[in-house]
């Protein structure tokens, strides 16, 4: 099993839509859980991090369940800019582990 | 004011050859990475330095050395260059776990 495994996409939502992505990991150690953004031919960017209680940010919704191994992110009313590719992240010391990655393509 | 940059942003070389690529950030943070990303858009660790030391060195072939002179520099340099190199390779720095930032990526191609 990979340590990190996301949605496949790619995921065509018209704007407006609310559109969840899902994450699942397999190292119980992992402390911190973040969503990075990467859009086409840039660098990932930090969307957003992940807390235990679950945290909004305006449009954005992250959830985790650490008894599942599972994290999640909601996107509600997509924005055009919200397309690119959307990497679950988690971490234990140092050490950043990446997911593969899902695309969004938000549709006019 | 960049926070992390890499350079060159392209390098384009024949097999065989031996390149480097250099990172700096000015965040002060004590912990920099390099990064792979092939054309599936993996991204994958290659090696993490702390406060100038190796902490993290994935399986990678011995033809990949990373430098560290100070805390706000980590350098990479490739022997004997092939065609699987060619990637686009990411440089980050992070300060205790938390965000990690990453510089514009520097996109090889081997000829």
């Known amino acids: 099993r990979k340590e990190v495994e996301q949605d496949p996409g790619p995921f065509n939502v018209p704007e407006g839509a609310t559109v969840a992505f899902n994450c699942t990991y397999s190292?119980?150690?992992?402390?911190?859980f973040f969503w990075y953004r990467q859009d086409c031919r840039k660098e990932p960017k930090l969307l957003m991090s992940?807390?235990?209680s679950g945290n909004e940010d305006g449009r954005f919704t992250a959830q985790l369940n650490r008894a599942s191994q599972y994290i999640s992110l909601l996107i509600r009313d997509s924005k055009l800019s919200d397309s690119a590719t959307y990497l679950c992240v988690l971490n234990y010391g140092q050490n950043f582990v990446f997911g593969p990655g899902t695309r969004l393509s938000v549709l006019p | 004011d960049t926070a992390v940059s890499q350079t060159p942003k392209y390098l384009v070389t024949q097999m065989g050859n031996d390149k480097s690529i250099k990172c700096e950030q000015n965040l002060g943070h004590d912990t920099m990475y390099w990064y792979k990303q092939d054309s599936k858009k993996f991204l994958k660790i290659m090696f993490s330095y702390n406060n100038k030391e190796l902490i993290i060195n994935e399986t990678v072939p011995n033809r990949f050395s990373p430098k560290s002179p100070d805390k706000a520099h980590l350098n990479l340099h490739i022997n004997s260059l092939e065609l699987g190199d060619s990637a686009v390779y990411f440089c980050?720095?992070?300060?205790?776990?938390?965000?990690?930032?990453f510089g514009p990526g520097t996109r090889l191609t081997v000829l």
């Open positions: 980050a720095s992070s300060q205790d776990g938390y965000e990690q930032f």
């Open positions: 190292n119980s150690a992992s402390q911190s």
């Open positions: 992940v807390y235990s």
